[in-house]
């Protein structure tokens, strides 16, 4: 709303765009309400969404503006006087704001009656809703993105989801269905899980909502997966086309030309966004050319079908699922749909290609970002492989060249998840099957499962012999180097690495050599020898730094970071560490990361320092329990871990140990880096109570509204005006940026408690 209101008094023409059942409506007429003191001869809403005749448009104004088409006499015959000419004497010398409501489909003729009434009206602003841009000039455009909801990553109380406006919207519709409805521990979970499935689109929410009167919230949720089916118990009262989900959709698709139908079709090939270059390879073709395409994505954008979304530099798209599974629809009714995800499929193949082989080089930031954004698209590309016969092999290709991402994301668990899928569907021995065996072996391994990265080792020794190439060969010696170290075997560990490293030096691998050197500068660190560890991570640093490769080498500091600890030099360890840790930021190096905290735990307590010795320890912690692993890992590294803690236990007592530990674990871990590094913490925002302090009146309003009254009764209870209750509790939650007056009051309760809070302490 204060965009709405900043926009409408900067510009004279303000459209509010967003896909059918988000809201726009409800939105123009509360920011009327709002701005209504300021025209002088009144706010008027024009409702068009029932209106099909374009050539009705100025009928329906002038009827709502009172207006009546008057006969004149004109050289000795009856004429009627021309609807526009009434409508702009009538405007010309009036403060006016007109809410065009729904103009979508009459987007031409509202656009051109609104452009020549603005000419020659200057006490005329315009306040529109539409599913795309009127396109006249001076035009703001406010999309309107879903309602907020509640962050899945972070646990909320009930308290704190009665703040999240999709919730709220529920429970608020709920109650109206089943009066005395309201959120439990109990439900909690399956209404936000509602809320999540249906995107915080109002309308999707609403007609959940009133499922209510037969389903129980986990009853929904579990019925969600056929919405279009279940949403459709819209209000009476409704206009048509928003009774049901799917007729709002289809409301929508009739908007679009046959082309553009066509590409939404296409469009649902992609899973979580896709960034304009990936839709002109993949969806051009079969009477769409790929120079349309970018055309016809604005389009889609202009028409609230596509979601436009900035990362960077870069632009990305999405649909919402609602309107991804009414186009899946269409596009399975034509009969293109394999076809395409094969395309789909080949695309993003031939991404992961490029990205391993431009690995060991200055992208590799860049790729990492760029994967973690296609994550759901490179699933769906795996998926089609090992659902679709004949395809398996192209998922061990894709599977294996992902293995750099997924152990530096920390994403073990998943990249073993499509390794072993892929492996079980190509049982035949090659090149691939073998680099596809060591990447799974060395997330098992990650994950402490030594058993199981063994018994992958082995096959993949038995699958070389049978090969018997060179490189095969060089690939399982370095697998069965890694399973020595798991084991704490460090002497036959180093020989095998020592080994491998000699033949990726030969063959100019590099990749697999950074691995080796890697192996070596931890293990002979391990063992004691500096000196090899020191030579190691000297020859990572010729390989990368030259190639600007960041992953690798933050490996390697963390390693020779061990090594001078080791040796008793804590000051060069901790700025060794440090330094790996600033280059594992960029990458988002989770399992780098949870190193680096524990080897700065272990150097802490050696300073001493056991009180930061015992923080890093519970940021470490929580970070291996999200990962899914831990420091058993590298059996030699564990105790280290045992007597840092040990060490600061006996330094601190048990109950301020358990204190600092907790305090780690309750880092978020942009905040578990920055301790660790030592920085500055930055100063969090104030609080709603300070950063929009209230007036004394508008805060005796809240207390009201807290209470319950109604805003008459406000007035009433103030000796105000009603009018003017109205104007205080709009500024309230306007301030506040809240959209009820059921966050009103639970914020109002909130800073009761903190006050009594305060007060006790």
């Not at 009434?117 to 000039?137: D, H, M, Y």
Request: with cysteine; net charge neutral; glycine share 8%.
């Amino acid at each position: 709303m204060t965009e709405a209101k900043q926009a409408l008094s900067a510009s004279r023409l303000v459209t509010l765009t967003g896909v059918g059942g988000i809201g726009k409506s409800r939105l123009a007429l509360r920011v009327a309400a709002q701005v209504r003191r300021a025209f002088d001869d009144g706010v008027w809403l024009v409702e068009l969404g029932e209106l099909q005749d374009p050539a009705l448009v100025e009928h329906t104004m002038a009827a709502t503006l009172g207006l009546r088409e008057q006969a004149t006499l004109g050289s000795g015959e009856q004429s009627r006087r021309p609807l526009m000419a009434m409508l702009t004497e009538y405007l010309a010398a009036r403060q006016v704001l007109l809410v065009l409501d729904n103009c979508e489909h009459l987007v031409d003729a509202v656009a051109k009656l609104v452009d020549a009434l603005l000419r020659v009206c200057p006490g005329l602003r315009v306040l529109a809703t539409s599913r795309e841009r009127l396109g006249g000039g001076g035009e703001v455009m406010l999309p309107m993105p879903p309602l907020p909801m509640p962050d899945p990553r972070r646990p909320h109380s009930l308290r704190g989801l009665s703040q999240c406006a999709a919730v709220t919207l529920f429970v608020e519709r709920a109650v109206a269905v089943v009066p005395g409805f309201c959120l439990t521990e109990d439900n909690r979970g399956a209404v936000v899980e509602i809320c999540r499935r249906v995107e915080g689109l109002p309308l999707a929410i609403e007609l959940a909502a009133a499922r209510l009167s037969a389903l129980s919230p986990a009853e929904i949720l579990h019925r969600l997966s056929d919405r279009f089916r279940l949403l459709s118990a819209g209000a009476r009262s409704a206009p048509a086309r928003q009774r049901t989900l799917r007729a709002c959709i289809e409301w929508s698709y009739g908007l679009c030309t046959c082309v553009e139908q066509l590409l939404w079709a296409r469009l649902t090939v992609f899973v979580g966004g896709f960034e304009l270059e990936a839709a002109e390879a993949i969806c051009a073709g079969d009477n769409l050319a790929a120079e349309d395409v970018l055309d016809l994505v604005t389009s889609l954008v202009d028409k609230s079908i596509l979601i436009r979304q900035e990362h960077g530099t870069l632009v990305r798209y999405r649909l919402l699922d609602t309107l991804r599974e009414y186009g899946q629809d269409k596009l399975r009714e034509s009969g293109q749909d394999t076809a395409l995800r094969r395309r789909h499929r080949d695309w993003y193949a031939a991404l992961v290609a490029r990205a391993d082989a431009e690995w060991i080089s200055a992208r590799q930031v860049d790729w990492f970002a760029r994967l973690g954004r296609e994550q759901p698209n490179l699933r769906a590309a795996l998926e089609f492989c090992l659902t679709e016969p004949g395809e398996a092999g192209a998922a061990l290709r894709i599977a294996t060249s992902l293995y750099p991402y997924w152990f530096g994301r920390g994403l073990l668990s998943e990249g073993r998840h499509w390794l072993d899928r892929a492996l079980a569907e190509q049982p035949q021995p090659c090149m691939e099957r073998t680099r596809a065996l060591y990447a799974a072996s060395m997330l098992a391994g990650q994950q402490n499962d030594i058993a199981t990265a063994s018994a992958l080792v082995d096959e993949g020794q038995q699958g070389a012999r049978r090969l018997g190439d060179a490189s095969t060969r060089a690939l399982v010696t370095l697998a069965s180097g890694w399973v020595a170290g798991y084991r704490g075997d460090l002497s036959r560990s180093v020989a095998l690495l020592d080994a491998a490293h000699d033949a990726f030096r030969a063959e100019n691998d590099l990749p697999r050599l950074l691995d080796a050197l890697f192996a070596l500068t931890v293990y002979s660190g391990v063992r004691g020898d500096a000196t090899r560890a020191l030579a190691c991570h000297e020859e990572i640093l010729a390989i990368t730094e030259p190639r600007g490769e960041v992953w690798y080498r933050s490996l390697s500091l963390w390693a020779l970071g061990l090594a001078a600890w080791q040796q008793g030099d804590c000051r060069r360890a901790t700025g060794l560490v440090r330094e790996s840790l600033r280059l594992k930021r960029p990458i988002d190096d989770l399992l780098g990361t949870a190193w680096c905290l524990e080897a700065l735990a272990w150097i802490a307590a050696s300073a001493p320092d056991p009180r930061r010795a015992a923080t890093l320890l519970g940021a470490a912690q929580e970070l291996w329990h999200a990962i899914g692993t831990s420091p058993a890992t590298v059996r030699p590294l564990l105790g280290y871990r045992d007597e840092c803690e040990q060490r600061t236990r006996r330094a601190l007592g048990e109950q301020a140990f358990q204190a600092a530990f907790q305090r780690g674990m309750d880092l978020s871990l942009a905040e578990a880096i920055g301790y660790a590094l030592n920085e500055k913490p930055q100063a969090a925002p104030p609080p709603a109570s300070t950063a929009t302090a209230l007036t004394r009146r508008e805060q005796q309003v809240a207390e009201l509204v807290a209470q319950g009254l109604t805003n008459k009764q406000i007035a009433a209870r103030l000796v105000i005006a009603q009018r003017t209750a109205e104007g205080h509790v709009e500024n309230i939650l306007a301030k506040l940026g809240f959209t009820t007056r059921t966050q009103l009051a639970t914020w109002i309760t909130e800073q009761r408690e903190e006050q009594r809070e305060s007060r006790e302490r």
